[in-house]
């Protein structure tokens, strides 16, 4: 799908690519947009159009993010996109500076005030790595309301539903396996025993709900009498209980209910407080449910697959073959530093005053037609650019006037994913 505006701006239904073309050719429209794939109409207003509700999903991530947007009404999934942060490069950054800073401090040179308790942190503070992904998602909400008519937005705010699985450890919920519960149950073990095999502690394998007390010995499907375990391990203990292998302490450990695991999810919690300052309505779900969703709809696992699966109001009769998703990652808008360093601090450069040159700045998207030599033909993608007319483009050089602008940097790179 192709989004499309109004000739006075205004974000109207998506269009099937062919349709695009074919208006494009025709001379009815321009494109407006590369990234995401904007076109705008000429000669049609928003009044003289009928537009559908649409709602935009995002499944938040450490790394990578997801966006869906549904359309309500047809039920159809008519956009996706994932957006990979870059937390890590900004850590990574910071600790460099800091590296620098302090060789610098010790250095007998000229006499600088240490800067000693000066700081305050306001309330709500988030490291920069992490306020990173809650500015650039909403960077791309507010891209995605300007190209498609968003009324509503579903988030995933929390692994499973905190509430009702502490009334569950009281109350004696059952787990049963496929359920929305069953899956709710899941999530909330995986938090209870941190990822890992209650027995073994390893991690990053798949892990199998497991009962302490084994059902052929009269143990219960409740979620005190659970813990996971990986296969291995569910293999060895057969039906012994976990005392009889060797565990007793985890008997103890499965009946202390769960507390206080909201805190961790702080990035998502500041996403959803900025969501919430938007005149939208919001949804929140939480992942039990998306894993629900996304098995009972048989999605493969993607980040935008999981976004799409976000929430309550995920129709039962989703259609999700978008044919492709946007890849969108995050580069940032270059350095502030003014002299680069060597990596033992020494200074090796000074920023130019200039950013342009030849016409172009580094991170703008390029299209290179490049009529001879070892890169002969066509390249598209960010441009890395130099004083001197060589550029670099990708793992080579390339001379300025072989170029031809696609896009202004905006802080971004694409790509493109067939599904
Ligand atoms: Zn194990």
Redesign the pocket.
Known sequence: MVFVLSSDNQPLDGCHAARARKLLSAGRAVVWKRYPFTIILKNRTAAESVTHEHRLKIDPGSKTTGLAIVQEGTDRVVWAGELTHRGQAIRDALLARRAIRRGRRQRHTRYRKPRFLNRRRREGWLAPSLAHRVQTTLTWVGRLRKACPIAAVSVELVRFDTQRMQNAEISGVEYQQGTLKGYEIREYLLAKWNRK?A??Q?GDLPLQVEHLIPKVRGGSNRVSNLTL??G??NQKKGDQTASEFGYPHLMEQAKAPLKDVAGVMTTRWALWRALSATSLPLETGTGGRTKWNRTRLGLQKSHWADAACVGQSTPDDLDAAVGSVLLIASKGHGSRQMCGTDKHGFPMRHKRRQKRYFGFRTGDLVKAVIPGGKYAGTHVGRVTVRSRPMFKMGGFDVHPKYLKLVQRADGYAYGERKV
């Open positions: 095999c027995y073994c390893k375990a990986c291995d391990c």
